[in-house]
């Protein structure tokens, strides 16, 4: 039995040591060289754009608001359009204040019913509005005069390569590196 495994080892050795020896093979053929191509231009770096307006929703303007995107504002209809509402303010630490924003649509219970917030947009425009399950005439100056909403138009690019929570309005704004001195102010 043990001259049969040292057989079988030592013929295992002698196969495998004579299957890595041989001739070297004659070389291959070069292929032939590419032609260089010319210089294209630098892409666009796409960018986000954030706009802050304020309006008054009444019966004079059926209790909506429409935004309409400037010309320096370029809106593609596979852009992601966000709209939030400025809920309340708080202070911080320093005692400097510090909004605090919610995603459309948002709805509340008041003592006439359910009022919605919400918002449709194309390429074009923004058209805030309100929804309720009562006569909008009722409500306090509050629901409705100076109302502050954040815009952001998210490119479909964006949006596509990086997890985030739309929810959280200062993780749209760090996406879109867009600092809060910098964005534009609209009242409509």
Not at 116 to 140: G, I, K, P, S, W
Request: net charge negative; glycine share 6%; charged share 20%.
């Amino acid at each position: 039995m043990r001259k049969g495994l040292f057989y079988s080892i030592s013929a295992l050795f002698l196969i495998v040591m004579t299957a890595c020896e041989g001739p070297v093979g004659p070389p291959g053929f070069d292929g032939r060289d590419g032609l260089d191509g010319r210089d294209g231009q630098d892409g666009v770096n796409i960018l986000g754009t954030v706009i802050d307006i304020q309006g008054t929703f009444d019966a004079s303007n059926n209790y909506s608001i429409l935004y309409e995107f400037p010309q320096t504002v370029e809106v593609f209809e596979t852009d992601i359009v966000l709209v939030y509402l400025l809920w309340d303010q708080t202070t911080d630490s320093n005692n400097e204040p510090v909004d605090i924003w919610r995603l459309l649509p948002q709805t509340r219970i008041l003592n006439q019913g359910l009022l919605q917030y919400n918002y449709d947009h194309t390429f074009l425009d923004v058209n805030l509005f309100l929804e309720a399950d009562f006569d909008l005439a009722t409500l306090m100056p509050g629901d409705t005069d100076d109302q502050v909403f954040r815009i952001a138009i998210i490119p479909a690019e964006a949006s596509s390569s990086a997890r985030i929570n739309f929810n959280d309005m200062q993780a749209v704004m760090n996406l879109l590196n867009v600092e809060e001195e910098n964005i534009p102010k609209v009242e409509l």
